[in-house]
C-alpha cells in the first residue's frame, strides 16, 4: 500500500500525480480532517473540487445504510461489499467513521492510469471510468493514498465514487446527516470534534468492501 497507518499517524508516500509530498499527519478521521492531512499537491488551489461529500464523524451512528444505497444504486444488489464508502469503527472509542473519496484536486488515481480510463467530469469534478479501456491494472488502487479504490470483485472494474452524478444515493440515505453534499472548502475550515483530534486507529483499518 501507497501509504501506511503508525501509532495513529498517517504517513503519505505517493509519489504520483504530483502528490510527491512523505510527511506524518495526525490521524484525524473525515473529510475535514483528511483534506488538511492531504498532500498539499493534491489539493493545489484552482485545482480542488468546491463541492464534495462532507462528513461529519460525529453524527455516524455505523448504520451503513450509506453503503447500501451506493450498492443498491451502482450494482442493483443488497450488500455493502461492493459500496464506494465505507464505514471504519473504533472499537476502542467506540466510534464510527465514514470514510469517502477526498476528491483530490490532482487526483494519483487519475495520474496513475496508463490507458486513460479515468477521467475528470466536468460537471461534478468527480473521477469516472471509461470501462472499454480500463485494463484492471490496479495502478489507480495503489495510487490511492487513502486506499480508497478497489477493484469490482466481478467486472474487475475500479470502484471509485462517481458522485452519482452530482446527487449521490448515499447522502439521500443517510438518516442522521453525517454525509452530505456540499462546499468542501468551507467544510475543511470547520474545527474538528474533540473526540476526533486524536483517536488511535492502529487497532483495524478494513479495506474498501470490508464491513468494520
Not at 510527491?20 to 480542488?48: E, K, N, Q, V, Y
Not at 444488489?77 to 490532482?106: M, W, Y
Not at 469516472?128 to 488502487?141: G, I, K, N, Q
Request: aromatic share 4%; hydrophobic share 35%; proline share 8%.
Amino acid at each position: 500500500m501507497p501509504w501506511y497507518l503508525r501509532h495513529g499517524t498517517l504517513e503519505f508516500s505517493a509519489a504520483i500525480g504530483g502528490c510527491d509530498t512523505a510527511a506524518p499527519r495526525t490521524a484525524a478521521w473525515g473529510l475535514r480532517s483528511s483534506m488538511r492531512s492531504l498532500p498539499d499537491a493534491c489539493h493545489t488551489p484552482g485545482l480542488m473540487p468546491t463541492k464534495g461529500i462532507v462528513v461529519r464523524d460525529e453524527l455516524c451512528t455505523g448504520c451503513r445504510a450509506c453503503q447500501v444505497a451506493c450498492v443498491a444504486g451502482h450494482d442493483g444488489l443488497f450488500g455493502v461489499f461492493t459500496a464506494r464508502l465505507r464505514i471504519i469503527k473504533n472499537e476502542s472509542l467506540g466510534l464510527d467513521h465514514p470514510q469517502v473519496c477526498r476528491s483530490c484536486g490532482r487526483a494519483p488515481c487519475m495520474a496513475s492510469c496508463v490507458t486513460k480510463a479515468l477521467y475528470r467530469d466536468d460537471t461534478t469534478s468527480a473521477v469516472l471510468l471509461r470501462a472499454e479501456v480500463c485494463d484492471s491494472c490496479t495502478a489507480c488502487v495503489e495510487a490511492c493514498p487513502f486506499g480508497m479504490v478497489a477493484l469490482h470483485p466481478d467486472t474487475g472494474l475500479p470502484l471509485i465514487c462517481d458522485l452519482c452524478g452530482g446527487e449521490p444515493a448515499c447522502v439521500r440515505r443517510c438518516p442522521t446527516g453525517a454525509i452530505s453534499y456540499g462546499d468542501l472548502l468551507a467544510e475543511s475550515e470547520r474545527p474538528p470534534a474533540m473526540h476526533l483530534v486524536t483517536p488511535n486507529l492502529a487497532s483495524s483499518r478494513p479495506r474498501l468492501g470490508e464491513d468494520g
